[in-house]
């Protein structure tokens, strides 16, 4: 007779049979018991015959006794010896023949294997034609959804647009107004601190006013837009395909570009432009607080210098810049959730991959405009 113990599991040797005593409490918290010992036992001499088990010990249990049970199945049938499973309490037997019921399909178990260099770039690559492939038709789609629209004939809801429109204008005025005036303040301040040095901090508020009417506006508020309402389009659109929303809108009819994306689009474009004017004063704002605070210059000083600084074409680039900002952030959050999965985890990651989207496209695109209008001279 020798008994084998490990935490609250012993295996002892009654002759030929390998009894398996079960002890204490059985939680998936606490982990789960190595059947290595078993496989020890199985092969040691003399021969087992028989596996038994004596479960007078045990109290509380949960599922992990049940998948240590059926390794013990697995590697006593492997080696030939029959399980008794006699000693074990009736809900643990009924569940344990349950999980037996039905035999393992061959080839279900696949083991993980390196997946070589080119094979996974090649992958990879087909994966980017076959998105490009996506967004290229629905960009088609939306152009003439666009069309539609312009012909008046788009079918949505005018209450789904109002809503909207409250929901990407009016709603976001505080997170755009905190983060405005905190940029407005860090670039006078790092203008400040080198300008002091040659006696030139009245252009402070000239370095101010040009970056947010230029530049800062307009990519800031779409960088805000892209996080907080281009994840709701894509959680939005994605939580109805979960729910099979988008199948029902083609069953009865309604396209689902019209009736969710166009009015979602239609909103930002309307907004985007108010929002990037609004973001433009509170930045100057932020400024003229610097400029005041730690420059001693007055505020009629600061806001004359400012508009003498800056142009209406300034102006005119950083609302156009946010039109298509506003233009860039839709189609992400849309894009993102129509291709979402069916699962509650794949709309979040829709929502994820839409921001990572958004932001993208914003800075490509300001890369571009920066491009062109230097060539253009504006």
Same mark, same amino acid.
């Given at each position: 007779m020798k008994a084998t113990v490990t935490n609250q599991v012993s295996f002892e040797r009654v002759g030929g049979v390998l009894l398996v005593s079960l002890a204490g409490r059985w939680q998936l918290?606490?982990?789960?018991?190595?059947s290595k010992v078993l496989?020890?036992?199985l092969q040691g001499l003399p021969r087992i015959t028989r596996v038994a088990f004596d479960t007078e010990r045990l109290n509380n249990w949960d599922s992990s006794i049940l998948t240590f049970l059926a390794t013990v199945s697995d590697v006593a049938r492997q080696r030939g010896v029959p399980v008794d499973p006699a000693g074990l309490p009736p809900g643990i037997h009924r569940l344990l023949d349950l999980a037996e019921?039905?035999?393992?399909?061959?080839? #279900?178990?696949?083991? !993980?294997? @390196?997946?070589?260099?080119?094979?996974?770039?090649?992958?990879?690559?087909?994966?980017l034609a076959g998105s490009a492939g996506e967004l290229l038709s629905f960009v088609g789609d939306m152009a003439?959804?666009?069309v539609r629209l312009f012909r008046m004939k788009a079918r949505y809801r005018a209450s789904d647009l109002f809503l909207l429109i409250q929901q990407c204008g009016p709603q976001a005025l505080p997170i755009v107004t905190l983060i405005s005036f905190l940029v407005g303040v860090i670039l #006078?301040?790092?203008? !400040?601190? @080198?300008?002091?040095?040659?006696?030139?901090?009245?252009?402070?508020?000239?370095?101010?006013g040009v970056a947010m009417l230029r530049e800062m506006g307009a990519m800031m508020t779409a960088i805000l837009m892209a996080g907080r309402t281009g994840a709701a389009f894509a959680a939005q659109i994605g939580t109805m395909k979960v729910t099979q929303e988008i199948d029902a809108f083609?069953?009865?009819?309604?396209?689902?570009l019209e009736f969710l994306v166009l009015p979602r689009t239609v909103a930002l474009i309307l907004m985007m432009p108010l929002l990037c004017l609004y973001a433009d004063l509170v930045g100057i704002a932020g400024g003229a607080a610097i400029g005041v605070g730690m420059l001693d210059l007055s505020w009629k000083t600061y806001f004359q210098q400012t508009v003498d600084a800056v142009s209406l074409t300034d102006l005119a680039g950083g609302v156009f810049k946010s039109c298509v900002y506003g233009v860039l952030i839709a189609l992400a959050g849309c894009l993102r959730g129509l291709q979402s999965g069916t699962s509650s985890s794949a709309v979040g990651d829709a929502a994820t991959s839409a921001v990572v989207t958004g932001i993208v496209a914003i800075i490509v695109a300001c890369g571009v405009f920066a491009v062109v209008f230097y060539v253009l001279g504006i």
């Open positions: 918290r606490r982990g789960l018991a190595s496989e020890k036992e019921a039905v035999p393992e399909r061959a080839g #279900a178990r696949q083991e !993980a294997r @390196q997946v070589p260099l080119l094979e996974r770039i090649g992958t990879g690559t087909f994966a003439i959804t666009l #006078a301040f790092v203008g !400040a601190v @080198q300008l002091k040095q040659f006696g030139a901090q009245i252009y402070v508020a000239n370095l101010v083609t069953t009865v009819g309604l396209s689902p």
